[in-house]
């Protein structure tokens, strides 16, 4: 079976500082690697992914993550964030196989400052 | 990019009665469908995934006479809350899995959810 785990339920942050969201997964087999984001009252839009090749993702809205396999981890970082990003963040992984389910983390709320 | 569109965006019904959400894959034929359950402040809890064609497996736990989901056709999904409670309310969230279009790899895109009210 999978896990995600995402530790820190709520990340405040002054604007235009650095953040980095954890996220580590726990899996018997080759998975995906995702963050997804969510504002108030919608859906779920991809931020990055990982699949393969290098270990570090570039995603929309200057946000990057590096998987780093012996830690099973595979954390968000952005070096300058805005009030805009503030919402919730979201890691799942999927296994490499048909079912493509999505295990999901608990959740980052992540808190922008002015 | 993958557009996936819900209706309705919420919905407020009395205790008893049947609700319809339906999903959409508005530009890529979507052969698998997923249904996600939200409760305020926590993460989304997949319910059943659903293939064209053929009946959804649902995650255990999942009563499938309460949910019902029908995927007729490759850009739409179905699901029906019957007899629903006041527990039944929640954000339903779709997403869809397409085998061609813009991105064949394995990305699910995601619908803006439906807030079901039960009172």
């Known amino acids: 079976a999978q896990s995600v785990t995402q530790l820190d339920s709520q990340v405040p942050v002054f604007e235009e500082a650095p953040v980095e969201l954890r996220c580590n997964y726990s899996?018997?087999?080759?998975?995906?690697l995702f963050w997804y984001v969510q504002y108030p009252n919608q859906g779920l839009q991809l931020l990055l992914k990982?699949?393969?090749?290098?270990?570090l993702v570039k995603g929309i809205n200057g946000f990057e993550a590096e998987f780093n396999k012996s830690q099973t981890s595979f954390h968000l970082r952005k070096p300058s964030v805005h009030i805009s990003d503030t919402a919730e963040y979201f890691c799942?992984?999927?296994?490499?196989?048909?079912?493509?389910?999505?295990?999901f983390g608990s959740g980052t709320r992540l808190l922008v400052r002015p | 990019g993958a557009v996936v569109s819900q209706h309705p965006s919420w919905v407020i019904c009395k205790s008893g009665t049947s609700v319809k959400i339906e999903c959409r894959s508005l530009d890529f034929q979507a052969t698998t469908m997923f249904w996600y359950r939200q409760f305020p402040k926590q993460s989304l809890m997949l319910m059943a995934t659903?293939?064209?064609?053929?009946?959804?497996?649902?995650e255990q736990g999942v009563e499938k006479d309460k949910f019902l989901i029908n995927h007729a056709s490759l850009t739409l999904s179905t699901l029906t809350v019957t007899s629903a409670h006041p527990e039944d309310s929640s954000f339903y969230i779709c997403?869809?899995?397409?085998?061609?279009?813009?991105?064949?790899?394995?990305?699910?895109?995601f619908g803006p959810g439906t807030r079901l009210t039960v009172l």
């Open positions: 997403s869809a899995r397409g085998t061609s279009g813009p991105d064949p790899t394995d990305t699910q895109y």
């Open positions: 899996s018997s087999v080759s998975v995906y």
């Open positions: 990982y699949l393969s090749g290098s270990t």
């Open positions: 659903s293939n064209e064609g053929s009946k959804a497996t649902y």
């Open positions: 799942a992984v999927s296994r490499m196989d048909s079912s493509y389910k999505l295990i």
